[in-house]
Each structure stands twice: as structure tokens, then as C-alpha cells.
């Protein structure tokens, strides 16, 4: 009896443990599809009971006859097959596939979806994700990343069950218009650097990187009749050391790539102002004749250099870059700054602005410009870019045009956090998670209704911001829920739901490798 006490007690604490390890490793249930930390939140998620594994007899099938959707399953496979090992493929179908797989189809049926929506059944037979258009299939491939285990993001095979959680999401954009902008002129970025941001926003479904391509302190795309704006002013950036541009077809490529992940590129050359780089390459691009070549600019001023309205050579100018640059880009839009022309007079800027739309229409493109553009006469396909003035919004609104929303005080992903963040300005306010996420496109500018506002885009500029480290820190963890608030509606969005939310999904950006500020405002799980 007394020997048999401590056998019987060791036995039972065995099998406990044992539970234990069952319970918490391999076996483990996934939660439910309502609870994963889905970022943006999508419209409806109805969960069901169940899970659907990816094992080694998973593939991915797609419709027989379309390239495009063949090239979506070999994204989806690419994500998958690092991080699970499990050689998933691409394969050719006429009807939905046998139980175990994973299947992407093109719906004209269902015309409810808009043309980036989707729809994700996820049974305990297989993944079904059906959409109106590509970009609705690559939509929900990013929702489907999220619905598995967070190491699913790592590039190095992992052990452990690849369970998504049944049910059904049904899912569209709010607005059309889902943004970054990143600023490469004040600090370049490579062509590297610049895919790995692009491939970070599209996996919260955004769909425009902003290119801010030239400024002061750097040109950074290759105009081939205006040669020296890149062999001499894409020379420095700011605190000098280094520089950089990219060539044409350094610069195709990156719309390819974007384009890949139905990203649209839009460039953005600033002018009258921020044009010092311009300025000290072409002597002939000045008014001031006592002074004509401006040394480069490695500082962090603003609003000290203006393109001469009153010369002819200066429209020569833009029409060769404009066109130049059209011709490489594909998607509709070229941006032409407009902001903090603070030495160019009201009088001589309303006409520069008036004559550079019309040489953008010609050129097949519309015109996007800081919100100080709403000084001109905006045409109604032109757009203004809202970041400080709510008259200049309400004006872009009165002349038709549409409005992209980025308040500095919100969305700008150059603020610092708080006072003891490493980088990064204040002079708009410090952004921490909460007023990031708290704010509503659709009520910021009285007067600025949802009919009026193309979508919401999140800048970063990078006076502060030298490198990819630099970068994510102060994009992650805000950008994200910037992300939502342009894709999700009103009715699902609340702060208290989403720090849960976002607190789960640090494991995910830590997978991902990216380097996040960890908020206190948030409750990290580990
Ligand atoms: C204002 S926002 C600027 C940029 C600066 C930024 C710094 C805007 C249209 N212009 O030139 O880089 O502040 O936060």
C-alpha cells in the first residue's frame, strides 16, 4: 500500500502531462475563422465548426485556359510551400477539384463581388476561393494566408499541422483607392527595398504604392532627354553619403512586380517647389540669373526652391519628364506634387498648375496633386491629395474632383509615436496606435462624403528614415490598420476590437520579419 501510493501518483501526473502535450502541440484545435486576427477585417465571416489541413496531397487547382489565374496559384504555392515543405502545385482544371485541395475560380455568375472582392469557403473537404476578377483571387489569398497558423509567413520549413479553421468570408473594399506612399527621394531606396515594401502592403490588400520620386535633395528616375537630373541630382540624399536612382527599366520592373500583385504604381514628380535636385542640374530651370546653379541639398528644410513659371523651358521641361514617364507607367495616374511652394507666388503657381494638368490629360494620364493644388482649376478626373488644409478638400470636392484621403495627424507614417521614438518628425503630432486607427474617412471634412473620396493613402517620408529597418518600424504596426480603414466598412471596425485583433497578429509580422514597434497601447500575445 505504501509503495503502491507513489507509483499510482506518478502514473497519473504522466498521463497528465501527456494530455497536456496533446492538447498544446500537434492535435491542437485551430480557433474558431471568427476569431483569427483577420487584417483588414473582412465585411462577413460566418464560422463554422471544423478545420480543413494542408498536407502533402494538397495542391492548388485553377481553371484550365487562364494564364493570369495560373500565376495567382503559384503565388499562393510560393507562400506556402517554404515555410510548410509540402511541394504544393499548381494544377489545370475543367471542374472543382477532388476533396483535399485548395481551388481558385473565376465567377461571372456572381456579380455582387466588385471586381477586387472574393469569396473564401474554407470545409472540412477543401478551400474554395472564388472571385469576379484576378484581383478579387489575390485579395482573398491574402486573407487565407491569415487563416493559418502565423509560421506560416517563415521561409524556413517548419514542423506542425497546417489547419484553417471552416467556414465562409465574403468579402469587398470599401473604397477603391488603398495607398503607401513612400518617399525615395529624401533617402533612396533600392529596387529591393521597394519590392519587399510593395510585397508587406500587399499582404493587407492595398493596392497603389506612391512613388515620391524626386525633391530637394534627389532625383531618383532616369529621364532620358534631361540626362544630368540623375547623373548629378540623384547623387546625394539627405546627410549626403549615397544617393541613387532607377533606371527605366529598373523602374519597369517595379510595375511589373507591383502589377504581379494587382499593386498600382503611381510616380509622383514634385513641382513648382521641392525641385532643388532639378534646380542644380539644369541652371536653365531657374528665374534667378545672379544665381543660376543651386548647389545639391542634403538638409531638411522645406519650401525653399521653385521651378521658373515664367519660362518657357520650364513646360519644355515637364511635357519631355511627364511623357517620358507616362509611357512607363501604365496605371492612370501621375502625381505632380503642388505642396509647400512657399517661394512661388499664388499668381505665377495657379497657371503653372492650370498648364500642368493639361499637359498631363495629354499625355493619357490624370492628375494627382497635394491638396494645395485645389488653388487651380481642377479638372473633374483630376485628384487632390488631402493631408492638411480641410478648405483645400472641400474645394477639390466643390470642383468635382475626387479626394484622397491622408491626414498628416493620422495617417502620416513619418510621426514618431510618441517623444522617445528613435525616428521620425512631430510636426503634425505624435501617432500613437489609437489615433492612428480611430479616425473616419468619411466624416474628417465636413463637407467631404464618401461619393467624393477615391480612398485612403498612408505616407511615409523619409527625411528621418534611412533604411528597411527604419521603415518598418515606423509603418508597422500602423500601417495595417490604416490598410483597414480603406478596406473595411464603418459597421466592423471598433479600436477595442482591433488592438485584440493586432495583438494577436504580432506573432504573424514577427514571421514575416518585420520589425515593428511593440506599442504599449497593445497587448502583445506571445
Ligand atoms: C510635409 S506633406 C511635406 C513633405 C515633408 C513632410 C514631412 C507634404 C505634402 N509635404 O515635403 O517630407 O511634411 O513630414
Known amino acids: 500500500m505504501l509503495n503502491k501510493f507513489?507509483?499510482?501518483?506518478?502514473?497519473?501526473?504522466?498521463?497528465?502531462?501527456?494530455?497536456?502535450?496533446?492538447?498544446?502541440?500537434?492535435?491542437?484545435?485551430?480557433?474558431?475563422?471568427?476569431?483569427?486576427?483577420?487584417?483588414?477585417?473582412?465585411?462577413?465571416?460566418?464560422a463554422s465548426e471544423g478545420s480543413f489541413e494542408i498536407t502533402e496531397n494538397t495542391d492548388i487547382y485553377v481553371p484550365q485556359g487562364s494564364g493570369e489565374v495560373q500565376k495567382i496559384g503559384q503565388y499562393l504555392a510560393d507562400k506556402l510551400n517554404p515555410s510548410t515543405g509540402l511541394g504544393v502545385e499548381v494544377k489545370t482544371t475543367a471542374s472543382a477539384p477532388a476533396a483535399?485541395?485548395?481551388?481558385?475560380?473565376?465567377?461571372?455568375?456572381?456579380?455582387?463581388?466588385?471586381?477586387?472582392?472574393?469569396?473564401?469557403?474554407?470545409?472540412?473537404?477543401?478551400?474554395?476561393?472564388?472571385?469576379?476578377?484576378?484581383?478579387?483571387?489575390f485579395r482573398g489569398i491574402q486573407t487565407l494566408r491569415q487563416a493559418l497558423p502565423a509560421d506560416i509567413e517563415k521561409t524556413e520549413k517548419q514542423s506542425g499541422s497546417w489547419k484553417i479553421p471552416t467556414g465562409t468570408i465574403r468579402d469587398s473594399p470599401t473604397?477603391?483607392?488603398?495607398?503607401?506612399?513612400?518617399?525615395v527621394a529624401r533617402h533612396f531606396f533600392s529596387v529591393?527595398?521597394?519590392?519587399?515594401?510593395?510585397?508587406?502592403?500587399?499582404?493587407?490588400?492595398?493596392?497603389?504604392?506612391?512613388?515620391?520620386?524626386?525633391?530637394?535633395?534627389?532625383?531618383?528616375?532616369?529621364?532620358?532627354?534631361?540626362?544630368?537630373?540623375?547623373?548629378?541630382g540623384g547623387t546625394t540624399q539627405v546627410g549626403g553619403n549615397g544617393g541613387g536612382f532607377y533606371t527605366q527599366e529598373q523602374y519597369k520592373?517595379?510595375?511589373?512586380?507591383?502589377?504581379?500583385?494587382?499593386?498600382?504604381?503611381?510616380?509622383?514628380?514634385?513641382?513648382?517647389?521641392?525641385?532643388?535636385?532639378?534646380?542644380?542640374?539644369?541652371?536653365?530651370?531657374?528665374c534667378n540669373e545672379k544665381d543660376p546653379n543651386p548647389k545639391l541639398y542634403e538638409g531638411i528644410e522645406v519650401g525653399f526652391s521653385t521651378l521658373c513659371t515664367s519660362?518657357?523651358?520650364?513646360?519644355?521641361?515637364?511635357?519631355?519628364?511627364?511623357?517620358?514617364?507616362?509611357?512607363?507607367?501604365?496605371?492612370?495616374?501621375?502625381?505632380?506634387?503642388?505642396?509647400?511652394?512657399?517661394?512661388?507666388?499664388?499668381?505665377?503657381?495657379?497657371?503653372?498648375?492650370?498648364?500642368?494638368?493639361?499637359?498631363?490629360?495629354?499625355?493619357?494620364?490624370?492628375?494627382?496633386?497635394?491638396?494645395e493644388v485645389t488653388n487651380a482649376s481642377l479638372k473633374p478626373t483630376s485628384v487632390a491629395q488631402y493631408w492638411a488644409k480641410a478648405e483645400y478638400a472641400q474645394s477639390a470636392a466643390?470642383?468635382?474632383?475626387?479626394?484622397?484621403?491622408?491626414?498628416?495627424?493620422?495617417?502620416?507614417?513619418?510621426?514618431?509615436?510618441?517623444?522617445?521614438?528613435?525616428f521620425g518628425l512631430h510636426w503634425a503630432a505624435y501617432i500613437e496606435m489609437d489615433s492612428s486607427y480611430n479616425w473616419e474617412p468619411s466624416t474628417m471634412v465636413p463637407g467631404v462624403t464618401k461619393d467624393d473620396i477615391l480612398g485612403v493613402e498612408a505616407p511615409i517620408w523619409s527625411e528621418t528614415i534611412a533604411d528597411m529597418?527604419?521603415?518598418?518600424?515606423?509603418?508597422?504596426?500602423?500601417?495595417?490598420?490604416?490598410?483597414?480603414?480603406?478596406?473595411?466598412?464603418?459597421?466592423?471596425?471598433?479600436?477595442?476590437?482591433?488592438?485584440?485583433?493586432?495583438?494577436?497578429?504580432?506573432?504573424?509580422?514577427?514571421?514575416?520579419?518585420?520589425?515593428?514597434?511593440?506599442?504599449?497601447?497593445?497587448e502583445w500575445v506571445k
Not at 466588385?114 to 483571387?137: F, M, R
Not at 500601417?479 to 495583438?503: C, H, N
Open 6 to 46: 507513489p507509483a499510482l501518483f506518478f502514473k497519473t501526473t504522466l498521463s497528465i502531462a501527456a494530455l497536456i502535450i496533446l492538447f498544446s502541440c500537434g492535435n491542437e484545435k485551430p480557433a474558431k475563422l471568427s476569431e483569427q486576427s483577420l487584417i483588414p477585417m473582412p465585411v462577413s465571416v460566418t
Open 100 to 137: 483535399g485541395n485548395i481551388y481558385l475560380n473565376l465567377t461571372e455568375a456572381d456579380t455582387t463581388l466588385s471586381d477586387e472582392g472574393y469569396e473564401l469557403d474554407i470545409s472540412v473537404d477543401g478551400v474554395t476561393l472564388t472571385a469576379h476578377q484576378p484581383a478579387g483571387l
Open 175 to 183: 473604397y477603391a483607392y488603398r495607398g503607401a506612399m513612400l518617399d
Open 192 to 232: 529591393e527595398d521597394v519590392k519587399r515594401y510593395i510585397d508587406l502592403i500587399a499582404a493587407y490588400k492595398m493596392n497603389v504604392m506612391h512613388l515620391h520620386l524626386s525633391d530637394d535633395q534627389g532625383w531618383r528616375i532616369e529621364i532620358k532627354s534631361w540626362p544630368k537630373l540623375t547623373s548629378y
Open 253 to 286: 520592373d517595379l510595375v511589373q512586380y507591383a502589377q504581379d500583385r494587382y499593386i498600382t504604381i503611381i510616380p509622383e514628380i514634385d513641382m513648382p517647389g521641392h525641385t532643388n535636385a532639378a534646380l542644380a542640374s539644369y541652371p536653365e530651370l531657374n
Open 311 to 371: 519660362n518657357e523651358t520650364t513646360y519644355k521641361f515637364v511635357d519631355d519628364v511627364v511623357r517620358e514617364l507616362a509611357a512607363i507607367t501604365p496605371g492612370p495616374y501621375i502625381h505632380v506634387g503642388g505642396d509647400e511652394s512657399h517661394v512661388t507666388a499664388i499668381e505665377d503657381y495657379i497657371p503653372f498648375v492650370n498648364r500642368v494638368q493639361d499637359i498631363v490629360q495629354s499625355h493619357g494620364k490624370r492628375m494627382i496633386g497635394w491638396d
Open 398 to 422: 466643390k470642383q468635382g474632383a475626387k479626394v484622397i484621403m491622408s491626414p498628416a495627424k493620422y495617417a502620416y507614417l513619418d510621426m514618431q509615436y510618441d517623444s522617445t521614438s528613435k
Open 469 to 522: 529597418d527604419a521603415l518598418e518600424y515606423m509603418a508597422f504596426p500602423r500601417l495595417p490598420g490604416l490598410a483597414e480603414i480603406g478596406w473595411s466598412p464603418k459597421s466592423v471596425r471598433d479600436w477595442e476590437g482591433y488592438r485584440t485583433r493586432l495583438g494577436k497578429h504580432g506573432k504573424r509580422m514577427e514571421a514575416m520579419g518585420i520589425g515593428y514597434y511593440p506599442s504599449k497601447q497593445i
